[in-house]
């Protein structure tokens, strides 16, 4: 409840009430939200007080506005750790979402001398070129463009990558895949990107360039992952 007394100011009491009703679920994802005025009667406080809160929570993107019809819960951020190398069916799964994927584009090209450089290449060597949209529960999460060395990853077909990747290369090539190294960065979303993740023109997404590497140190993808940071986030634990 809001305590008027307390030092703690009433805009971030009612703040912190609101998150709480949003993780313990009393608050769902796109239902709407008690107006200014009801919350204000509700806990006889000022109609800024109210607003002040609300706007916060906007800003945090733990709920939004819908013009003409009021303010809704907004669907919370999937987490994604960042120890371990996982799939993104994987990520998916252990989550209980189903994952699925929207094939853009699936060709053979010879590498460019940056790519090639990453997958420790020679200029023009073939490489798969796959680009797809990546889902959760049919909801677009991430734009991904992967290169693979075609003469290391063999027989690829557009069937295995609607699934999955990483368990085609594990299951039925058999190779280890070890590790990978990741750059993360903040940029808006390109008109591409904007289009396929269903998100406004300017919306912040975060990308990611990943570079795997299979058990005996051989580069074997280079992916470039577009994700929405509405609906992601990325966490980790520091040991000290
Ligand atoms: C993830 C990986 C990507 C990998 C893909 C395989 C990131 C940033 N990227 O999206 O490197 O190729 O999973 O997924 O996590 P799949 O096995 O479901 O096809």
């Known amino acids: 409840m809001i305590d008027k007394n307390s030092p703690v100011p009433i805009y971030h009491q009612l703040e912190e009430q609101i998150k709480s009703q949003i993780e ?48 809704y819960v907004s669907k919370q951020k999937v987490e994604q750790k960042l120890q371990g190398l996982t799939s993104f069916t994987e990520d998916m799964l252990e989550r ?60 690829l077909t557009e069937d295995i990558i609607n699934q999955s990747l990483y368990k085609y290369i594990e299951e039925k090539l058999t190779l280890n895949i070890s590790e990978a190294s990741q750059e993360i960065e903040a940029t808006s979303a390109k008109d591409h990107e904007v289009k396929h993740l269903q998100i406004e023109k300017g919306s912040p997404v975060l990308l990611i360039l990943r570079t795997s590497y299979l058990e005996d140190g051989t580069p074997f993808e280079l992916v470039r992952s577009a994700y929405r940071a509405d609906r992601y986030k990325f966490v980790h634990t520091m040991k000290r």
């Open 24 to 71: 313990n679920g009393s608050l769902e994802a796109d239902e709407l939200i008690p107006s200014e005025r009801e919350y204000a009667e509700r806990y006889q406080i000022s109609r800024m007080t109210v607003r002040h809160a609300i706007n916060n929570l906007v800003k945090d993107g733990f709920l939004h506005r819908q013009k003409g019809k009021g303010t």
């Open 96 to 155: 209980g979402m189903t994952p699925s994927s929207r094939l853009l584009s699936f060709e053979i090209i010879p590498a460019s001398q940056p790519i090639a450089h990453r997958l420790g290449l020679k200029e023009n060597t073939p490489v798969y070129e796959i680009r797809r949209i990546r889902l959760a529960d049919h909801v677009p999460m991430a734009v991904e463009t992967t290169y693979l060395p075609a003469n290391l990853i063999k027989g």
